[in-house]
């Protein structure tokens, strides 16, 4: 994890004056997609939230923000697709069995 220290690299500037940011490695983002996923494992959900929030506000690593806010959208959106397939499942099986 040697080379996600982007912070000091940024002011490294190009000739058109933008900032020149390293390109993280596909490492990187086994790493990233890892560590979440193992700490939700152990936490229920709760710690891979909490680091997606942290990395998400973090101004250090651009990319890594950007990747946990994508991962953060994609969260809520499964969460609100799931809690309208359940909504639909369980009012027709509500229907179906006879239950009002």
């Not at 994890?1 to 500037?13: A, C, E, I, Q």
């Not at 909504?87 to 239950?99: E, P, T, V």
Request: some cysteine.
């Amino acid at each position: 994890m040697d080379n996600m220290d982007y912070g000091s690299r940024y002011d490294v500037v190009d000739q058109d004056g933008s900032h020149m940011v390293p390109e993280p490695t596909v490492k990187d983002f086994i790493i990233w997609l890892l560590i979440p996923s193992v700490l939700s494992f152990f936490t229920c959900g709760i710690g891979s939230l909490i680091l997606l929030i942290v990395w998400a506000c973090s101004g250090s690593n651009r990319v890594r923000s950007n990747f946990a806010k994508a991962q953060l959208l994609v969260m809520l959106i499964s969460l609100a697709l799931a809690f309208f397939v359940y909504i639909f499942f369980g009012a027709a099986l509500i229907g179906i069995s006879g239950l009002s």
